[in-house]
């Protein structure tokens, strides 16, 4: 790095990208992959992904192929998200688990396999709001993470079972660890579940505000620490028959982003900004 980039790297920030969340306080949620009725109406209500999010590969034209309504708020320990997805066809469920030629070991639970390859939603947080260069990604730690919720396969269910799956970078030892412990002892969970007569399912998100958002060195948030801006991005990754995603890496149909480039995405400094609020949600600073 150059001396002139580190004198630099202080005053930058993430959450660049400009679109943002915010997060209030509200009543815990039940993790069982179902939204029931008045669950989340104490969260901030967001959308995607047509003509809204950013395409990887195939461009979303139609809502009925694949969106998303999302929930997001916190009980003062916990972040929750939740995630209800329209989606006409569920890999492993409508059509068979085919494999791309990129990787035959996709669906290995290891360092090798590929942990978002699926029907699949992404969640990513830099938890310190910084970022030391622009091509900065995620560290694997409480500071900055990405991690995977995968509808048919996850590290405590295996395969055919959803749930949580260590997401990037997963080359890294120390980040798969730390991944791997967080799913293990709980410190973040999640709940994976086909939607009743399917086209479609919801996932339930829970991350804990220790250890997994650690907004200093060894400092973890709490709202004694009042409102907070963190850096935010959200992906939402779909697997249809193979011939739909002929050009694209995997013969992947979609990969949509709340925030990014389609290059760019997993970088700190191109994700958007999420507040994590003290106050309660109502309707007078609900979100527009």
Same mark, same amino acid.
């Given at each position: 790095?150059?001396?002139?980039?580190?004198?630099?790297?202080?005053? $930058?920030?993430?959450? &660049?990208? +400009? #679109?943002?969340?915010?997060?209030?306080?509200? /009543? *815990?949620?039940? =993790?069982?992959?179902?939204?029931?009725?008045?669950?989340?109406?104490?969260?901030?209500?967001?959308?995607?992904?047509?003509?809204?999010?950013?395409?990887?590969?195939?461009?979303?034209?139609?809502?009925?192929?694949?969106?998303?309504?999302?929930?997001?708020?916190?009980?003062?320990?916990?972040?929750?998200?939740?995630?209800?997805?329209?989606?006409?066809? $569920?890999?492993?469920? &409508?059509? +068979? #688990?085919?494999?791309?030629?990129?990787?035959? /070991? *996709?669906?290995? =639970?290891?360092?090798?396999?590929?942990?978002?390859?699926?029907?699949?939603?992404?969640?990513?947080?830099?938890?310190?709001?910084?970022?030391?260069?622009?091509?900065?990604?995620?560290?694997?730690?409480?500071?900055?993470?990405?991690?995977?919720?995968?509808?048919?396969?996850?590290?405590?269910?295996?395969?055919?079972?959803?749930?949580?799956?260590?997401?990037?970078?997963?080359?890294?030892?120390?980040?798969?660890?730390?991944?791997?412990?967080?799913?293990?002892?709980?410190?973040?969970?999640?709940?994976?579940?086909?939607?009743?007569?399917?086209?479609?399912?919801?996932?339930?998100?829970?991350?804990?505000?220790?250890?997994?958002?650690?907004?200093?060195?060894?400092?973890?948030?709490?709202?004694?620490?009042?409102?907070?801006?963190?850096?935010?991005?959200?992906?939402?990754?779909?697997?249809?028959?193979?011939?739909?995603?002929?050009?694209?890496?995997?013969?992947?149909?979609?990969?949509?982003?709340?925030?990014?480039?389609?290059?760019?995405?997993?970088?700190?400094?191109?994700?958007?900004?999420?507040?994590?609020?003290?106050?309660?949600?109502?309707?007078?600073?609900?979100?527009?």
């Amino acid at each position: 790095m150059r001396p002139a980039l580190l004198l630099l790297s202080a005053a $930058l920030f993430a959450g &660049d990208y +400009p #679109r943002s969340l915010e997060a209030f306080r509200g /009543k *815990t949620p039940k =993790l069982d992959g179902v939204i029931s009725p008045g669950e989340y109406a104490d969260a901030t209500t967001f959308a995607g992904v047509k003509d809204v999010w950013v395409s990887t590969f195939s461009k979303v034209t139609d809502a009925k192929d694949l969106a998303v309504t999302g929930y997001v708020k916190h009980d003062g320990k916990r972040l929750y998200f939740a995630f209800d997805v329209t989606d006409d066809v $569920l890999y492993g469920i &409508d059509i +068979p #688990r085919w494999v791309p030629e990129e990787n035959p /070991k *996709t669906h290995e =639970l290891t360092r090798e396999g590929f942990p978002w390859f699926g029907d699949e939603m992404e969640l990513l947080i830099n938890a310190t709001n910084k970022y030391a260069t622009p091509e900065e990604n995620a560290a694997g730690n409480g500071q900055s993470w990405q991690m995977v919720c995968n509808l048919t396969k996850s590290r405590l269910g295996g395969i055919g079972k959803g749930g949580l799956l260590e997401g990037e970078p997963r080359r890294e030892l120390s980040a798969w660890n730390t991944y791997q412990k967080w799913i293990v002892e709980h410190a973040m969970d999640c709940a994976a579940k086909p939607k009743p007569g399917g086209k479609g399912y919801v996932i339930e998100w829970a991350v804990s505000f220790d250890p997994c958002l650690e907004v200093s060195p060894g400092v973890f948030y709490s709202t004694k620490l009042g409102d907070r801006a963190m850096g935010l991005n959200i992906a939402l990754g779909d697997i249809d028959e193979k011939e739909r995603g002929n050009g694209n890496f995997g013969h992947f149909h979609h990969e949509d982003w709340f925030a990014g480039t389609p290059q760019g995405r997993t970088r700190l400094k191109e994700w958007g900004t999420l507040w994590i609020r003290t106050r309660a949600f109502s309707k007078k600073n609900a979100p527009r």
